[in-house]
């Protein structure tokens, strides 16, 4: 059992939680993830490793509340406790030898975005920071990403905070006015990755991804998070979940990623109504 020790709403939909992991922080590095279950029967889901304390001993997870599994963990409370909580998973991403690099997050993605811009700078890279969101009132972790960021955009789609428009018009931006990168790093929805990727390749920047499909077991026996790269077949959990953006069939990836849309509405329909009333 892993204890919450704290609990936070970044916006309406998007919660930070601290976990009492010991044996998660010592290991886990930017890019990982971690598996876990609120109880005993619960669904396995994965989550990035959105920062960790070694000395505290805790791992903080951001999630969005979009099925039946974040419903449920967004109603356990501080002083509560997660039935599972497993990792380190996956590659961590590679952050050596870099010395400027633009990291692209987009919404809840920016979770995954900050923990590597933050190890960037602490390197000693060079980092500009774009991220994006529909509004406002859905922005998240901006203190934390201007404190590692030499440069820092944000762009919203209504114009309402920042910059009206998308990351990619902020990226080429940026590539035009001289900005040169060793690597742009790129998380968020798959077709903002998809565009992104589209861009840099035209002006020949190299571009990872952070690519987060349907996963089950997290050690690449199910063969649930397979994705196609560079023509040929990857595991996300044990190959990833960083790829060459330039190289991932993102076309076959939504296709993918879309198959239980309508199964999981339902189950989180059926899951809302059960806390109907519970505080």
């Known amino acids: 059992m892993y204890k919450i020790v704290r609990k936070k709403e970044l916006n309406p939909t998007v919660t930070l939680m601290d976990i009492d992991a010991p044996a998660v922080a010592a290991k886990a590095e930017p890019g990982q993830f971690i598996i876990l279950r609120t109880d005993e029967n619960g669904e396995r889901i994965p989550l990035t490793v959105a920062d960790f304390d070694r000395e505290k001993g805790t791992v903080t997870i951001i999630f969005q509340i979009v099925g039946a599994t974040t419903e449920k963990l967004n109603h356990l409370k501080e002083g509560e406790y997660i039935h599972d909580f497993v990792g380190p998973l996956g590659t961590a991403t590679h952050t050596e030898g870099l010395k400027k690099v633009a990291v692209v997050g987009g919404g809840v993605g920016c979770a ?34 201007k404190e590692c960021s030499d440069k820092y955009v944000v762009m919203t789609d209504d114009g309402s905070y920042g910059e009206k428009g998308l990351v990619t018009d902020a990226l080429k931006k940026l590539i035009e006015s001289g900005e040169k990168y060793d690597e742009v790093i790129t998380i968020g929805p798959l077709i903002m990755m998809k565009f992104v990727c589209r861009l840099t390749k035209e002006f020949n920047v190299k571009t990872v991804v952070s690519m987060n499909p349907i996963m089950i077991d997290g050690t690449g026996m199910c063969g649930g998070c397979r994705l196609s790269v560079g023509g040929e077949t ?23 990623g879309s198959m239980y849309r309508s199964y999981e509405r339902k189950k989180h329909e059926e899951t809302c109504n059960l806390f109907k009333g519970v505080n």
């Open 112 to 145: 995954i975005a900050y923990p590597i811009a933050k190890k960037l700078h602490s390197l000693g890279c060079e980092v500009h920071s774009v991220v994006g969101f529909r509004s406002k009132d859905l922005l998240i972790l901006e203190d934390e990403f």
């Open 234 to 256: 990857k595991f996300a959990c044990v190959d990833g979940p960083d790829f060459d953006g330039h190289l991932v069939d993102f076309d076959e990836a939504m296709d993918r």
